[in-house]
């Protein structure tokens, strides 16, 4: 993955049956973010699919979280690693 970038994130199939609530958590790392004040890593009520930009190079991470009657049941995390820019 390249910065300049755009990904999607779906959550595509789940066992646990409505109602339900999705969450989404996007966490950044690294000197770029740190410094464009960016960390991020709140967790915010979703739909069943997310789009992010690829800003910051660092080892990034998005959650997905899955709550039913008020209680986490279920979680996944996709590393998003995205390397800095090298000159040519």
């Keep these: ?48 699919s997310r789009y992010e930009h690829t800003a910051y190079a660092g080892s990034h991470y998005v959650e997905v979280y899955i709550v039913k009657d008020g209680v986490c049941v279920a979680i996944d995390r996709q590393p998003v690693i995205i390397p800095p820019k090298t000159g040519l």
């Excluded at 464009?36 to 009520?45: C, K, M, T, Y």
């Design 1 to 48: 993955m390249a910065k300049g970038r755009d990904i999607a994130f779906r959550l595509e199939a789940s066992t646990v049956e409505s109602p339900l609530k999705v969450m989404w958590k996007v966490k950044n790392t690294g000197e770029e973010a740190t410094s464009a004040g960016q960390l991020r890593g709140s967790v915010v009520i979703g739909d069943t």
